[in-house]
């Protein structure tokens, strides 16, 4: 029990995806600090999956970019507000693991969702691809000195727009997939690389439990390259997380894509950028 849970957080915070806000306070590291603790990514998600659809049904269409747009502003402002409002001891835990405080990423991607499918913002970006490529290399320079730096998690530039920051460079990248047809479009189109984007979440929640189930069956307290039976476990373990993503995609994630596709979900117009530029600041 306690390798799987950390004994602080209560059955219910799993099954109503509320466990988050019991690891941002636990005493433990970040999630938890066991297995079920990877988790708390999935709270959140599905925090935002329960939140974003009543903003889209009560926020007219053009609005709703101006109502997104403020909350990509407030989430660095509430990891602010929260980094000198909380102990320190949990702090850090805190705007990493609370929707509220991540929700710039989550809101990003429904900006370019709504970006994409809009036939003259489409096509501004096809026109602009410059600008989207300038714009993703000095992103992805500030990631990658965020990197050599080695900011973590109790750094403050990182806590204040370094999580935006990195969001708005997959952003960029996002973008050049798919509105362009160069170099970085191929990449990932390749078919290899979006198979394994199916798998991805399934992959990231299974690796820790199947990999300490393989080495723990062992007798080895944790996965290591110091020797070849370890690094022969360690493919083990890759292959079986592999095959567990793929089985639960095909018999769960992908039946209940399929059937939410049977119901007939309303679709009003798309706002064209016109639109958006012509409505009153809110």
């Given at each position: 029990?306690?390798?799987?849970?950390?004994?602080?957080?209560?059955?219910?915070?799993?099954?109503?995806?509320?466990?988050?806000?019991?690891?941002?306070?636990?005493?433990?590291?970040?999630?938890?600090?066991?297995?079920?603790?990877?988790?708390?990514?999935?709270?959140?998600?599905?925090?935002?999956?329960?939140?974003?659809?009543?903003?889209?049904?009560?926020?007219?269409?053009?609005?709703?970019?101006?109502?997104?747009?403020?909350?990509?502003?407030?989430?660095?402002?509430?990891?602010?507000?929260?980094?000198?409002?909380?102990?320190?001891?949990?702090?850090?835990?805190?705007?990493?693991?609370?929707?509220?405080?991540r929700m710039d990423a989550l809101l990003l991607g429904v900006l370019a969702a709504i970006a994409v499918r809009n036939?003259?913002?489409?096509?501004?970006?096809?026109?602009?691809?410059?600008?989207?490529?300038?714009?993703?290399?000095?992103?992805?320079?500030?990631?990658?000195?965020?990197?050599?730096?080695?900011?973590?998690?109790?750094?403050?530039?990182?806590?204040?727009?370094?999580?935006?920051?990195?969001?708005?460079?997959?952003?960029?990248?996002?973008?050049?997939?798919?509105?362009?047809?160069?170099?970085?479009?191929?990449?990932?189109?390749?078919?290899?690389?979006?198979?394994?984007?199916?798998?991805?979440?399934?992959?990231?929640?299974?690796?820790?439990?199947?990999?300490?189930?393989?080495?723990?069956?062992?007798?080895?307290?944790?996965?290591?390259?110091?020797?070849?039976?370890?690094?022969?476990?360690?493919?083990?373990?890759?292959?079986?997380?592999?095959?567990?993503?793929?089985?639960?995609?095909?018999?769960?994630?992908?039946?209940?894509?399929?059937?939410?596709?049977?119901?007939?979900?309303?679709?009003?117009?798309?706002?064209?950028?016109?639109?958006?530029?012509?409505?009153?600041?809110?």
């Amino acid at each position: 029990h306690g390798w799987m849970f950390d004994g602080q957080t209560p059955w219910y915070a799993y099954l109503t995806f509320g466990q988050n806000f019991w690891f941002a306070k636990a005493s433990v590291g970040f999630g938890g600090g066991n297995i079920a603790g990877i988790t708390w990514s999935l709270a959140v998600e599905e925090q935002f999956y329960l939140t974003l659809p009543i903003v889209i049904r009560f926020v007219s269409r053009k609005s709703l970019p101006y109502v997104l747009g403020i909350g990509v502003v407030l989430a660095p402002l509430i990891r602010i507000a929260l980094w000198f409002a909380l102990d320190p001891a949990i702090r850090a835990k805190a705007v990493y693991l609370l929707a509220p405080c991540r929700m710039d990423a989550l809101l990003l991607g429904v900006l370019a969702a709504i970006a994409v499918r809009n036939d003259t913002c489409r096509n501004w970006f096809v026109a602009h691809r410059r600008i989207i490529g300038t714009g993703s290399m000095v992103l992805g320079a500030g990631v990658l000195e965020m990197i050599h730096g080695k900011y973590g998690s109790e750094s403050f530039l990182l806590v204040s727009i370094g999580y935006t920051w990195v969001a708005l460079f997959y952003l960029s990248l996002l973008l050049l997939a798919v509105t362009q047809r160069g170099f970085v479009a191929r990449i990932f189109r390749f078919p290899a690389l979006t198979a394994c984007g199916v798998l991805a979440y399934g992959i990231y929640l299974f690796h820790q439990l199947v990999i300490g189930l393989v080495f723990g069956l062992v007798g080895r307290a944790s996965p290591t390259f110091t020797d070849l039976p370890a690094a022969g476990l360690t493919l083990l373990a890759c292959a079986l997380v592999f095959v567990l993503a793929r089985l639960s995609w095909l018999y769960f994630e992908k039946p209940l894509v399929s059937m939410s596709h049977r119901y007939h979900h309303y679709a009003y117009p798309a706002a064209t950028c016109e639109d958006v530029a012509a409505e009153p600041e809110l």
